[in-house]
């Protein structure tokens, strides 16, 4: 059996609060943006490189339990795949977004920060990881 190739795993911010949308046919789905911060081993290592923005949409009941959970500045890891649409308003237009399948629950963007600057290898190297099975995270 073959391994899909489209897998995606990040570990990021949440940029604002996720929202829920419940379609015509009654299936909800939650929609928010994630903040990853891009690692350079050459800069300082109390900051990120830069920051890569995503949307992410999670479909299911079993996501609409977690929307209080999923506030600004919550750091989440979540692995899913990579979806790609056409959008035809005025004129056509494609997104892009993450489709989640799983999230796992981290700290928030200050205990990020001040891990960071106190300890800045382990950080980093955790950072450049592919969002690895977290035992001590909460999951869904």
Same mark, same amino acid.
């Given at each position: 059996?073959? /391994?899909?190739?489209? /897998?995606?795993?990040?570990?990021?911010?949440?940029?604002?609060?996720? @929202?829920?949308? &419940?379609?015509?046919?009654? %299936?909800?789905?939650?929609?928010?943006?994630?903040?990853?911060?891009?690692?350079?081993?050459?800069?300082?290592?109390?900051?990120?490189?830069?920051?890569?923005?995503?949307?992410? &949409? *999670?479909?299911?009941? /079993?996501?609409?339990?977690?929307? *209080? %959970?999923? *506030?600004?500045?919550?750091?989440?890891?979540?692995?899913?795949?990579?979806?790609?649409?056409?959008?035809?308003?005025?004129?056509?237009?494609?997104?892009?977004?993450?489709?989640?399948?799983?999230?796992?629950?981290?700290?928030?963007?200050?205990?990020?920060? !001040?891990?960071?600057?106190? %300890?800045?290898? *382990?950080?980093?190297?955790?950072?450049?990881?592919?969002?690895? @099975?977290?035992?001590?995270?909460? !999951?869904?």
């Amino acid at each position: 059996m073959h /391994q899909p190739l489209n /897998q995606v795993h990040l570990r990021g911010f949440l940029t604002e609060p996720a @929202r829920l949308f &419940v379609s015509r046919s009654g %299936q909800p789905r939650i929609t928010f943006r994630l903040e990853v911060w891009i690692d350079d081993a050459d800069l300082p290592p109390k900051k990120p490189a830069g920051v890569d923005y995503f949307s992410v &949409v *999670a479909f299911g009941a /079993q996501f609409v339990s977690l929307l *209080a %959970q999923l *506030a600004t500045d919550r750091e989440v890891a979540l692995s899913g795949r990579l979806r790609s649409r056409d959008v035809d308003v005025d004129v056509r237009r494609v997104v892009t977004e993450i489709v989640a399948k799983e999230i796992t629950f981290h700290g928030t963007r200050a205990d990020a920060l !001040r891990d960071l600057r106190t %300890q800045p290898a *382990a950080i980093a190297s955790t950072l450049n990881s592919p969002c690895p @099975r977290f035992e001590h995270a909460e !999951r869904v």
